[in-house]
């Protein structure tokens, strides 16, 4: 039904053009995915090359001059020196050169990309939301979810902790809910507690529409249907936890999202007006591209609302309110333009559907970090809680890298909040000790080389410099 | 200048009398401190005597019966049948029992103590403080703290959690006190967000009086003033930290008190005008009853309250809030029967001053479980963060059982909410996850019967039974 490209059904071979793409936003992305795409691809290469010229003369000076050129940065010392003895030290040179390109590309990224203004926040205000907060899987095909898929301003968003299968912590959910609802009583932050505005949790799941059964959801065993309804039922757990305990009527709203990896468009699952959800009421963005991508903008526009009314009318069931349909709207609008720069850039597909990622990021993660498929990410607090997500990236990457003789790169990173006193000292702290333990589950890889972590912390507040943090493996510390 | 036997200095070989001694509380407080030691006390002599029975003809008949008689429970039937192949698994028999103890010995306590009523509640209301939190140390020695050493009322303190050398976690603190403010502002529970009350956060050192350099508190090295120092330094990181993120004035008052484990005497900083306590201005409550075990009630009282304004006017500072004041007297004043308790009871001074626990208790701790030195509590979520404090519990286990060849009984509790969906499910997964971690770094005494784990779940409220779960050692959960 839906074809093979699914976003170039009436132009052939002729790029496609959607009345309401954002085309000169849909440049800078494809600028900053380049850039950072460009500084990960160049590790390789530049390595070989270097090691191809460790028998000449003046080896060290020659690899410190390359690697200036071609990655940015120096290589740390130690390895080139001691390679006319052992052989030139690859791994460690590979691991130390993509925890430097992690935060070289991070620091780009903070130049490049926007400081988000008032407008965002007044956004959400306007669709009646004090606080939006974003679960996606964890998978690395959804790492550009806010910034790309969705094109949300990364700052305004409460949240965007990612988990397997998008099963979120339901007390940490709602420890974070409770925080915020304390703001708008003691500081009326963003607004009074009596403005009537609510919460919004959203859940992202995905799947593959080209191949199905096998690129989906690792975490929900490719199912996308069960993908769908785990969401749902961790959505209502959510809503009920904050019931039940605070006695406070539907303060909460819940929506539901799934997105197609392969190319990135979005199905928005239709509320009705008590906020409920089901699998089966969506709203499919790349039809809706299909269908309106020979109308005027207005007419366009019309039509994504109209297909929202329509999927409540189709289950005679009221609409939901008016925000949320402005929201969901605006979701759908901002999708189009990503699913014709995929189509624009990768022929409506992706061409890597599966796993290619280039770290494997644990921790809190690096909200900067925001392009598909560069890091699997283990939202985690402790080894020991998270052990069967980090055994399934160390698979992962026994398959990307180590079958192929290059370390498996694992980048530490916890934030801290400046104003909390000791709280710097504490994330330092536990890099170390999420260091230990994934060194210690993984000690063969580890003690071939063939598993390099790397920590850094950084403050809450958005834009912050990224500190890198001396774990015991001194060398990449240093670079 | 303290004589051996502090608080018995005015009578020779008679027991002292306060006049502010609430002697009908000593009495059940002894009944139920001597039931639950005769309950533990029980356990190796039943053993040692069935142990001596196993070559007779009706060994397992005879075996349940005394252990019916003298345990109050049966013993798990397997290693009693199987005695005549391999000798009897006395190990297994002891965990076993430990862990059934336990049990017993909680839904005893829970029949015994009196439910706390809407008075106890006041009490704190009338003092100024909507809650009250407080962090004593997880040494085993201060286990009796709120029930014998403070005689507060269990249930109406917002939490009582312990941690090695007192030193709370400021994150988990302050998402508490959020908490607690969010119910007063959203449903007005205890009283509204604008009747002017506070929050208390109480820390609880310890120290020994007899061996000041050995039986201190191990996690600040025996130094009583560390650990003083220690306490009022967290204090303070506490209030600052909610400071610095809730921009609101001194919504909360903090305290510091010494705990002397030999005669669970309490010293309490008093605060000045501002809240600033130091580490050199308190009130020594075995000096007090010196001081006050002649007089008549009222004097005494007069007495205690005068105590409190001498220690400020000393230091030339203004004196605390009259709620505050009120609330160290009753501190005192309740601490006094306590001093009077161990005096009738042990002469003066525990005979234990040592550690001499009966379990290690891991997880969130059994609140009802408030004897002195029956379990080395460590309050944990995951093994990874708190391996320091369990290593120490296993080297003091060490000591005390596993010398003897007796096995190391660790008793895993984590307390759920059935307000929260999904939420006791996620506390008996907890429960396992602890009790692999637990097994997993301590593997060799594991697998030589030396380390013996259980596990029970709870609802938060108070009063709910224990649940026991089965951990994969089948044996101890079907006792
Ligand atoms: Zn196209
Ligand atoms: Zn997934
Ligand atoms: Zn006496
Ligand atoms: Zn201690």
Not at 68 to 89: I, S, T, Y
Not at 122 to 132: I, K, T, W
Not at 230 to 237: C, H, K, V
């Amino acid at each position: 039904e839906i074809p093979p490209n699914p976003a170039c059904v009436n132009s052939h071979g002729q790029p496609c053009r959607h009345p309401l793409t954002n085309t000169a936003q849909n440049h800078d992305l494809m600028a900053c995915e380049a850039m950072v795409r460009g500084h990960f691809a160049a590790i390789e290469p530049t390595l070989r090359k270097i090691a191809s010229l460790q028998r000449e003369e003046s080896f060290v000076e020659s690899a410190q001059s390359i690697a200036r050129a071609e990655l940015g940065f120096e290589l740390p010392a130690r390895p080139l020196k001691d390679a006319w003895v052992n052989g030139l030290d690859v791994r460690a040179l590979y691991g130390a050169s993509v925890m430097r390109t992690i935060r070289l590309v991070i620091d780009k990224t903070q130049a490049i990309v926007n400081q988000d203004n008032e407008d965002d926040v007044a956004f959400f205000l306007d669709c009646g939301y004090h606080a939006v907060d974003i679960t996606p899987c964890s998978d690395g095909r959804l790492k550009g979810l806010i910034r790309y898929i969705l094109r949300l301003p990364g700052a305004t968003i409460r949240s965007k902790k990612a988990y397997a299968g998008a099963m979120f912590d339901v007390e940490d959910n709602v420890a974070r809910w409770i925080e915020t609802e304390l703001m708008r009583y003691r500081e009326a932050i963003p607004v009074p507690a009596d403005a009537g505005t609510r919460y919004l949790k959203i859940v992202v799941y995905h799947y593959s529409s080209s191949d199905p059964d096998h690129e989906g959801c690792a975490a929900h065993g490719s199912d996308e249907r069960l993908a769908a309804k785990a969401g749902l039922d961790r959505l209502s757990e959510f809503r009920q936890a904050i019931e039940n305990s605070f006695f406070c009527g539907a303060s909460v709203d819940t929506l539901l999202i799934g997105v197609d990896t392969d190319t990135d468009s979005i199905r928005v699952h239709i509320p009705d007006a008590n906020g409920e959800m089901t699998l089966d009421r969506w709203v499919c963005n790349l039809r809706l591209y299909q269908d309106t991508v020979n109308l005027d903008p207005t007419s366009a526009r019309v039509k994504v609302f109209e297909a929202i009314s329509d999927a409540t009318v189709a289950d005679a069931v009221e609409g939901p309110h008016e925000g949320m349909r402005r929201l969901i709207a605006t979701l759908l609008i901002n999708n189009l333009s990503q699913v014709e720069y995929v189509c624009g850039r990768y022929g409506g597909r992706y061409p890597d559907i599966g796993h290619n990622e280039q770290i494997i990021s644990v921790g809190d993660g690096f909200g900067e970090f925001q392009v598909r498929n560069l890091a699997y990410f283990v939202y985690l607090h402790t080894v020991e809680e998270s052990v069967q997500d980090l055994d399934v990236g160390i698979k992962i990457f026994t398959r990307l890298n180590v079958e192929r003789g290059l370390p498996i790169p694992v980048s530490i990173h916890f934030r801290y909040d400046r104003r909390v006193p000791g709280s710097r000292e504490r994330s330092i702290e536990r890099c170390r000790r999420v260091g230990d333990a994934i060194k210690s589950r993984y000690k063969e890889l580890y003690q071939q080389g063939l598993l390099i972590c790397g920590a850094t912390v950084q403050d809450m507040a958005s834009g912050s410099p990224i500190e890198p943090i001396e774990l015991d493996n001194i060398l990449i510390g240093r670079v």
